[in-house]
């Protein structure tokens, strides 16, 4: 349902304020609205303005924004440490915080960038280290005394080996040799490896012809690999240690001081908070006027909250709403009970205008027998049964999933009673098994009654929402659409009774009489509601066709399960058969869970709420201290 809302002023000394709103921030019940003081001064003389700010308190604010993009500056450089809360009064000592903010920046920055350059530097050793140990076993068999010069190479893309090689052989008339091997991330490396004489014009040839080299620091250039690798080795150690010891030093400091800045900050933010919410009160001479809106039910407590702690200097009034500013009341659904977990589905909808309705009741009283229509069947309404169960009594700390498993409790309880109804447990196997029969209607053989009882169900709910629709547009003083929605619904039942008549002619029903109270009344209709309203008369009744589709889905979901008994049955043995009749069976269990939900939502939201329901609500967001 929707919360019933008040609108409300709130008046004090000046001095006042700031303590005001931290308690309406630690309470959450009370949205401020500037739009409605800013209505009421509109094209009339007012002793109120919007509050100003004094100088002493624009400077303080300007402090509080500066010291807060410090902290955070901080912040993001220490590493977010699962600390316990520092025991810390804030305001007394945030002069001192923000000399030190400066001190700790600039160690932080230091760490950060020495940080920074080990990482680097690492990343690089560890690079060098595994191309040169890819290539250490080609050298193996390699004499101590060799008179070869070695060269790395980087090969980004093996369709370039062939090329790389072709060349080398061509600039170093044949004295060279390319070798290739592959890192353990899959990488291409290769060895090139010609006489001392020839290093020099390789280099060169490698310069001009931009062969990525592996370049060396200076001292390790001249080395063996192995000495390169050994060297490389122990650099990287050296390197790993290094950055350890800066990343201890910055946990140190974080250590340190992370919770005192932490609850810095968070005084910081409400402050600053409180700060922004004073652009929505007004002032005048002496006191500070604040209006907006909060929930009916909680008027008298915030009122009582307010005198006591203020000692009557700050008193809350409850003022009328006005017809104009009905669509500026903020909007707070709340169903209690069995409706809760529905708020699941209503939530896929835009907000309902507070003059509307809520959708979730009507959700929850007729989406569970929608669902319980199409699926029809015990056997599979005790398993969805024993699955609601599961979701929502296991999963109580995931609410979205505990909501749903509930939700679908509800559609599994109506499954099998329209299971019962219809005569139904997996298909025909409550027939051929237990001699199972229908209480009503046989869906597999019944399809005209099963036609007319989803068209019956249609015009019912589709008729619920005109007059749901009727009675909105009178509350609202809409008498124009409220008349154009009950001539809409008169004639579609005068055409429905006349199609009956037309259809059983034996029936009570006189054709003549209907069709002319259908030739009256259907130019009164174009006359009030203009040229389209015929066309909104038809689509009235293609939204009730519409709902045959809760026999044609129900239809097919029973054909499907009893073609599963018969495949089971066909193979000739037990285990395979119960087998393959459980896999068709789980298919159309899922697809009982699916398609239903869809179209029971679907019937929802397109044919019924169109009738009646106004969206596009305005969200009730009331100062709170989760919100900045």
């Given at each position: 349902m929707i919360v019933r809302m008040a609108k409300v002023e709130i008046l004090g000394p000046k001095e006042q304020l700031m303590a005001v709103l931290e308690l309406l921030r630690g309470r959450g019940a009370f949205q401020p609205d500037p739009g409605l003081m800013q209505?009421?001064?509109?094209?009339?003389?007012?002793?109120?303005?919007?509050?100003?700010?004094?100088?002493?308190?624009?400077?303080?604010?300007?402090?509080?924004?500066?010291?807060?993009?410090?902290?955070?500056?901080?912040?993001?450089?220490?590493?977010?440490?699962?600390?316990?809360?520092?025991?810390?009064?804030?305001?007394?000592?945030?002069?001192?915080?923000?000399?030190?903010?400066?001190?700790?920046?600039?160690?932080?920055?230091?760490?950060?960038?020495?940080?920074?350059?080990?990482?680097?530097?690492?990343?690089?050793?560890?690079?060098?280290?595994?191309?040169?140990?890819?290539?250490?076993?080609?050298?193996?068999?390699?004499?101590?005394?060799?008179d070869l010069e070695f060269f790395g190479i980087t090969i980004h893309d093996a369709r370039h080996l062939e090329g790389i090689r072709a060349l080398l052989q061509e600039r170093l008339y044949g004295q060279c040799r390319v070798s290739v091997a592959t890192t353990p991330d899959g990488a291409l490396v290769g060895l090139v490896a010609t006489s001392r004489q020839m290093a020099e014009q390789l280099r060169m040839v490698m310069t001009d012809e931009r062969i990525p080299e592996l370049s060396l620091p200076e001292d390790l250039a001249g080395r063996s690999i192995p000495d390169r690798i050994l060297a490389l080795r122990h650099r990287l150690l050296d390197c790993q240690v290094a950055r350890e010891q800066a990343e201890h030093s910055l946990e140190s400091l974080a250590r340190r001081w992370l919770p005192s800045y932490r609850q810095v900050l968070a005084w910081l933010e409400e402050r600053l908070a409180l700060y922004r919410a004073t652009a929505t009160a007004y002032e005048t001479r002496q006191c500070f006027v604040v209006e907006g809106w909060m929930a009916a039910s909680e008027v008298e407590t915030l009122r009582a909250d307010l005198s006591a702690q203020f000692a009557g200097q700050v008193?809350?009034?409850?003022?009328?709403?006005?017809?104009?500013?009905?669509?500026?009341?903020?909007?707070?659904?709340?169903?209690?009970?069995?409706?809760?977990?529905?708020?699941?589905?209503?939530?896929?909808?835009?907000?309902?205008?507070?003059?509307?309705?809520?959708?979730?009741?009507?959700?929850?009283?007729?989406?569970?027998?929608?669902?319980?229509?199409?699926?029809?069947?015990?056997?599979?309404?005790?398993?969805?049964?024993?699955?609601?169960f599961g979701l929502a009594r296991g999963l109580k700390g995931h609410p979205l999933i505990s909501n749903l498993g509930k939700v679908l409790g509800a559609a599994a309880v109506y499954t099998l009673l329209f299971g019962v109804l219809f005569g139904e447990l997996f298909g025909d196997l409550g027939e051929r098994w237990f001699n199972?029969?229908?209480?009503?209607?046989?869906?597999?053989?019944?399809?005209?009654?099963m036609i007319i009882f989803s068209i019956s169900v249609g015009v019912a709910h589709v008729l619920f929402g005109l007059v749901l629709g009727i009675w909105t547009d009178l509350r609202r003083q809409r008498g124009r659409e409220a008349l154009l929605k009950f001539l809409s619904m008169v004639l579609t039942l005068l055409t429905i009774l006349?199609?009956?008549?037309?259809?059983v002619p034996d029936s009570w029903l006189a054709v003549r009489p209907l069709l002319g109270g259908i030739l009256l009344l259907l130019p009164l209709l174009v006359v009030i509601g203009g040229l389209l309203a015929p066309l909104e008369l038809l689509k009235t009744f293609g939204n009730i066709v519409s709902y045959v589709r809760i026999m044609a889905i129900g239809l097919c979901s029973v054909l499907l399960a009893v073609v599963a008994n018969r495949l089971g049955g066909a193979t000739g043995d037990i285990l395979a058969g119960l087998l393959v009749a459980g896999v068709l069976h789980a298919f159309n269990l899922l697809l009982g869970v699916f398609a239903p939900t869809v179209h029971s939502l679907r019937l929802h939201y397109v044919e019924f709420f169109s009738k009646f329901l106004d969206l596009g609500g305005r969200r009730f967001e009331p100062l709170n201290r989760d919100r900045p």
């Open positions: 209505a009421a001064a509109h094209g009339a003389e007012t002793l109120t303005r919007g509050l100003v700010l004094s100088a002493t308190e624009i400077r303080e604010r300007l402090f509080f924004e500066n010291l807060q993009t410090r902290i955070r500056s901080l912040l993001t450089m220490l590493p977010d440490l699962p600390l316990a809360a520092a025991a810390l009064q804030p305001l007394p000592v945030v002069d001192v915080f923000d000399e030190l903010v400066d001190r700790h920046l600039e160690e932080a920055e230091q760490h950060q960038v020495r940080l920074e350059e080990l990482r680097l530097e690492e990343a690089g050793l560890s690079r060098d280290l595994v191309f040169w140990e890819t290539l250490e076993p080609m050298l193996a068999d390699l004499p101590e005394e060799s008193v809350l009034e409850q003022l009328e709403i006005l017809n104009e500013e009905l669509e500026q009341v903020p909007v707070v659904l709340h169903n209690p009970g069995y409706f809760a977990p529905f708020e699941v589905f209503s939530s896929l909808l835009p907000l309902p205008k507070y003059t509307s309705y809520d959708p979730t009741p009507f959700i929850g009283l007729f989406f569970p027998v929608l669902f319980g229509m199409i699926l029809g069947d015990i056997g599979y309404g005790f398993i969805l049964l024993c699955l609601s199972l029969h229908p209480l009503w209607i046989d869906r597999m053989h019944a399809l005209a009654p006349l199609l009956v008549a037309w259809l």
